[in-house]
């Protein structure tokens, strides 16, 4: 496993992270998840990441009993606030009382001392950015939280956190973790460069579009049995990606793949890493095979004619 510096920070995190988005918690049985985990972090993973939104902090207690195990300077720990945990009007978004309550729950889960990474889950229009960032950085100053992130935010909120930070002499934030694969590039042309200025790394999720970049998929069959795509619990992103247009791109690929006698995934994985702005692809796997064949894309690089073929099947 190859490792990269998480933006201006002197943190590292591997190439490939685990991730527990609809799976730990959840459609994955905990037995399974908690041996996934030990795989990860067997072949070198350092980077695990979860959410308190995630089945509802069930995700976080299955992430914190497997690395509990671990030595704790061994891994890099991220965990998110934003996204409603109760009926109440407090209980959402980025506010001081919203964070700091969050975080401390989200310790408890974990059954941990601090979180390597906190993210802002989504940028909170309520909430002035001068309160978070505030809170996030008194948490710091308490060792709770070493370093600062934010999810899916746009180019101008990302500046916006910067010069905000910079006005008031606060911790930068030194990561984004937005949505990105062959099927989904929208960060390429703001999120990026705003990004790259400031010294932010990416740590990207979704690199297999919801699993549509692992070769199960298909024209001729678009919901293979067992699949994500026929369980409901997870399946609720994939529908509007199931077109003709995206699986014959999808076939394309895959045959790209094989020409150089890698899956669809390690191919997917390796082409978001060619990027020097992402420190690291999250994936989620449900059982051990998946994490050690994705991680294995770390391993591949692709030759410049190669990138041009696919550059040619994606526009």
Known sequence: ???????????????????????????????????????????GINSFDTANVYAKGESEKVVGEALGK???DSYVLATKVFWPMGEGPNDRGLSRKHV????HASLKRLKTDYVDIYYCHRYDPETPVDETLRTIDDLVRQGKILYAGVSEWTAQQIQEAIGTADKYLLDR?????????MLHRYIEDEVLPVSEQH???????????????????????????GSRATDPKSNMHMNRLLTDEVLSKVEKLDG??????????????????????????LVGATKPEQI????????????GDVLAQIEEILK
Not at 14 to 40: F, H, P, R
Not at 173 to 181: E, R
Not at 292 to 303: C, F, P, R, W
């Open 1 to 43: 496993m190859k490792y990269r510096r998480l933006g201006r920070s002197g943190l590292k995190v591997s190439e490939v992270s685990l991730g527990s988005w609809l799976t730990y918690g959840a459609s994955t049985e905990n037995d399974k998840a908690i041996k996934t985990i030990e795989t990860a972090y067997d072949l």
């Open 70 to 72: 671990y030595r704790r």
């Open 100 to 103: 700091f309550e969050q975080l």
């Open 173 to 181: 934030i030194v990561v984004n973790q937005p949505n990105y694969s």
């Open 199 to 225: 010294g932010i790394s990416q740590i990207v999720f979704s690199p297999l579009a919801q699993g549509l970049l692992t070769g199960k998929y298909s024209l001729s069959n678009r919901a293979p049995e």
């Open 256 to 281: 790209i793949a094989k020409e150089l006698d890698i899956s669809l995934s390690q191919l997917a994985i390796a082409w978001i890493l060619r990027l020097p702005g992402i420190a690291s692809t």
């Open 292 to 303: 050690i064949e994705n991680a294995k894309g770390s391993d591949v690089t692709l030759a």
